[in-house]
């Protein structure tokens, strides 16, 4: 097979100006004389050859407003426009765990007098974090795609478990809610606080895990020297 070849017609003000042979699927490229006649940009330029004739006409500065898009300060388009056409943006690529805000002024429907740019920036979406201890919800935390998710503190004791810890906590907070449980453990030991004899506090306390001291004890005159 080879690949059919087509015209592609260069018009100024409807004359045309050069004529061109391209194979199908090749990239169009003008010839540089054409870029140094004053024309900024070519109406229905391809990037590449289509199964067809192509006719694409001029754009010169004198009759055409440079229109530029910008998101979140970088260029994302170029364009020139004839004067009193219609303008038409496009449209930003969507980005994961954001929605773009908009452009900062009103769209015309037709391109104006003068060179025109719009600004747009893209805001982070915000999800809900839950966390659940034993069927209850300590805390809902809105929290913006990327940001870190910080958990609150625990430390509860309910029927004999004892609950410190969450499960499987992400560094950042993902494009959705999230639902996130407490880790127990079952309490099965006591530990008992003695001082002189006497009986401070007694607490209970899961295997492997630290103890909680109780407030330490105050007598006049003496200094405790510790557990």
């Known amino acids: 097979f080879r690949p059919n070849t ?10 045309v100006i050069c004529d061109l042979s391209v194979n199908y699927g090749d990239p169009v490229i003008l010839p540089s004389e054409l870029r140094e006649k004053g024309i900024v940009a070519w109406d229905g330029l391809p990037a590449v050859m289509p199964d067809r004739d192509v006719v694409i006409c001029a754009i010169r500065a004198d009759a055409a407003v440079r229109v530029a898009c910008y998101v979140d300060g970088e260029l994302l388009s ?3 426009v004839r004067r009193g056409e219609p303008l038409r943006l496009p449209a930003p690529e969507e980005k994961t765990g954001y929605d773009f805000s ?3 002024k009103e769209v015309p429907a037709v ?3 003068e060179d025109i740019e719009f600004h747009g920036t893209y805001k982070a979406r915000v999800h ?15 929290i913006p795609y990327g940001a870190p998710v910080e ?3 625990i430390s509860r004791e309910i ?9 499987n906590v992400p560094e950042t907070m993902p494009d959705e809610d999230i639902t996130i449980y407490a880790v127990g453990h079952r309490m099965n030991g006591t530990v008992t606080f003695l001082c002189e004899g006497e009986t401070v506090e007694v607490v209970r306390a899961v295997e492997g895990m630290p103890v909680r001291c109780p407030e330490t004890p105050v007598r006049e005159g003496y200094t405790f020297e510790g557990w």
């Open 6 to 15: 087509h015209h592609l017609l260069c018009l100024d003000d409807d004359i």
């Open 78 to 80: 170029e364009s020139y």
């Open 102 to 104: 908009g452009w900062d």
């Open 111 to 113: 391109a104006p007098d």
């Open 128 to 142: 809900i974090a839950s966390f659940i201890c034993c069927g209850e919800e300590m805390a809902a935390l809105r």
């Open 151 to 153: 958990a609150p503190a």
């Open 159 to 167: 029927e004999e478990i004892y609950y410190d810890r969450w499960d």
